[in-house]
């Protein structure tokens, strides 16, 4: 046999946030844990930013019950939890304390691997949090993050690589939220941050939103030994589109090319079973591939946050004006010194193009964040900001050149002598992120609720059957540890 890789899964975490709105809940996890357990994946990604926050806003549960819940399903996989740096899983910055703090309160509900990034690729402010997870033990991604401007050329990738490496992380991942990278690329990158790793496994998180990703794949595929050693995937029904390939895909290419994969083939198809018939009974999409798409390479608006442009404009009446504010989009970052548009600069550069659009005066209303970003507390820019926008916007306030977390004054102490007691520290972790009006109402759900739940999802897909009256003429075989399904949707 050829060289042996292994998946991660980002079923349940990228691959719900991309195609479901991350409105995916524990209840319907716990049926088909066990299944991804005996899939062999080496990780499952279950936890970043969205999720928390849906599961406080949205569906009113405890994330970290979660986690505990998984932890006991899924005991042979490591579980990971994404986190952007100093902004943790939220918005702004925040200083070293509470980094650990939350850290420390995800490792011991049963997080085992961490992966950082951060939207500027400033590494500095991912050493505190590498500091902590090493310290706890905890399986280390760090990710350089894809984009394209005039100052992300292939050396500043290799050097934020080097950076990585020296911080002693465990893998390194290529990460293009966007889909932006085209074959020839992926390939020069990824054989030169193998050049400079030091034992790190070698990972490529790469996206399917501009058409490209497949291509991308079977390029880093074809690289051999130099090839990436961890493919991220998603189960069929939420692949492809804005999220990632299908296992299906990655497992026959790899296979193509003669790469051992040690992953249980009828076990994905189970997986895959079980989410057709949950996106069926929730009416929600499933995957699709998208046509190459030259726009998206222009302003490199990812999917998610293109249809919140346009729903915001929609609901001010302005969807016409989309057009325009994409234009500014590409403006703003060039002003700002090409940030990456991800969470949480995506956003911001985002909502600075709607407001300039809408006022017609730019830059004359700005949000607090990005006054704070030129300042220098999300850390230092890519390349060059426009002076004119800096003396606008700063007022004569000189930028900081630390690393944020450096001048942040701790807070968690603090916080729980002004707000405290607190009865556990998750509940401590998750005040530092959210008011007190948003946690009053969450975790109605508690383990007396999900303990009732069926923890195989035959049985999930049965209860679900009989509760379920749109579900007509359904019939349901098991032959050995297979689920096979066959069911007509009533119209309506």
């Known amino acids: 046999?050829?060289?042996?890789?292994?998946?991660?899964?980002?079923?349940?975490?990228?691959?719900?946030?991309?195609?479901?709105?991350?409105?995916?809940?524990?209840?319907?996890?716990?049926?088909?844990?066990?299944?991804?357990?005996?899939?062999?994946?080496?990780?499952?990604?279950?936890?970043?930013?969205?999720?928390?926050?849906?599961?406080?806003?949205?569906?009113?549960?405890?994330?970290?019950?979660?986690?505990?819940?998984?932890?006991?399903?899924?005991?042979?996989?490591?579980?990971?939890?994404?986190?952007?740096?100093?902004?943790?899983?939220?918005?702004?910055?925040?200083?070293?304390?509470?980094?650990?703090?939350?850290?420390?309160?995800?490792?011991?509900?049963?997080?085992?691997?961490?992966?950082?990034?951060?939207?500027?690729?400033?590494m500095r402010n991912l050493e505190y949090s590498a500091k902590v997870s090493k310290e706890l033990g905890l399986n280390i991604i760090g990710s350089v993050t894809y984009t394209e401007s005039p100052y992300h050329t292939d050396e500043h990738f290799i050097e934020k690589t080097r950076e990585l490496v020296n911080m002693g992380v465990d893998h390194v991942s290529l990460k293009d939220p966007s889909g932006m990278l085209t074959p020839d690329r992926a390939r020069m990158l990824l054989k030169r941050m193998r050049g400079v790793l030091q034992g790190q496994k070698l990972q490529l998180h790469c996206h399917t939103s501009t058409g490209t990703g497949p291509e991308v794949h079977q390029a880093a595929m074809d690289m051999g030994e130099d090839a990436p050693d961890v493919f991220h995937g998603v189960v069929p029904p939420l692949a492809w589109g804005t999220s990632h390939p299908s296992h299906d895909f990655l497992l026959d290419n790899l296979a193509d090319r003669g790469f051992e994969?040690?992953?249980?083939?009828?076990?994905?198809?189970?997986?895959?079973?079980?989410?057709?018939?949950?996106?069926?009974?929730?009416?929600?999409?499933?995957?699709?591939?998208?046509?190459?798409?030259?726009?998206?390479?222009?302003?490199?608006?990812?999917?998610?946050?293109?249809?919140?442009?346009?729903?915001?404009?929609?609901?001010?009446?302005?969807?016409?004006?989309?057009?325009?504010?994409?234009e500014e989009v590409i403006q703003v970052r060039k002003d700002l010194g090409y940030p990456l548009l991800v969470s949480p600069m995506a956003q911001y550069v985002g909502i600075t193009a709607v407001l300039n659009v809408v006022t017609g005066d730019r830059y004359s209303v700005v949000p607090d964040e990005i006054r704070g970003y030129l300042l220098g507390y999300y850390g230092t820019p890519p390349g060059p900001v426009d002076q004119d926008v800096l003396d606008k916007v700063a007022k004569g306030e000189a930028p900081i050149t630390q690393r944020p977390g450096e001048v942040l004054e701790p807070m968690v102490e603090r916080f729980k002598a002004e707000n405290g007691p607190f009865e556990t520290e998750e509940a401590l972790t998750l005040a530092l992120f959210y008011s007190p009006p948003l946690l009053r109402g969450w975790n109605l759900k508690d383990w007396g609720g999900y303990k009732h739940v069926p923890t195989d999802a035959f049985s999930y897909l049965i209860d679900s059957v009989n509760r379920n009256q749109k579900i007509s003429n359904f019939r349901l075989t098991r032959p050995g540890q297979s689920v096979r399904m066959q069911y007509n949707m009533e119209k309506g």
Not at 88 to 109: C, G, K, L, M
Not at 303 to 321: A, E, P, Y
Request: glycine fraction near 6%; charge should be negative.
């Open 1 to 122: 046999m050829g060289k042996k890789v292994s998946i991660e899964d980002v079923t349940i975490r990228d691959g719900v946030q991309c195609l479901w709105a991350t409105r995916l809940s524990t209840e319907e996890i716990i049926p088909i844990a066990t299944t991804m357990d005996r899939a062999g994946f080496e990780i499952v990604d279950v936890a970043g930013g969205a999720m928390m926050d849906t599961s406080i806003m949205y569906l009113q549960e405890d994330p970290f019950e979660r986690i505990r819940l998984l932890k006991k399903l899924m005991p042979n996989t490591l579980l990971n939890f994404n986190s952007r740096g100093q902004s943790v899983f939220r918005w702004t910055q925040y200083p070293d304390d509470v980094a650990e703090q939350t850290i420390r309160t995800f490792a011991e509900n049963g997080i085992s691997s961490i992966m950082l990034f951060d939207p500027l690729n400033d």
């Open 261 to 326: 994969v040690d992953v249980d083939r009828q076990a994905i198809r189970d997986m895959e079973s079980y989410f057709m018939l949950l996106a069926r009974k929730r009416g929600l999409p499933t995957s699709h591939a998208l046509k190459h798409d030259p726009e998206m390479l222009k302003h490199q608006v990812p999917g998610g946050m293109l249809s919140n442009l346009r729903q915001q404009l929609t609901d001010q009446g302005m969807v016409h004006r989309l057009p325009e504010v994409l």
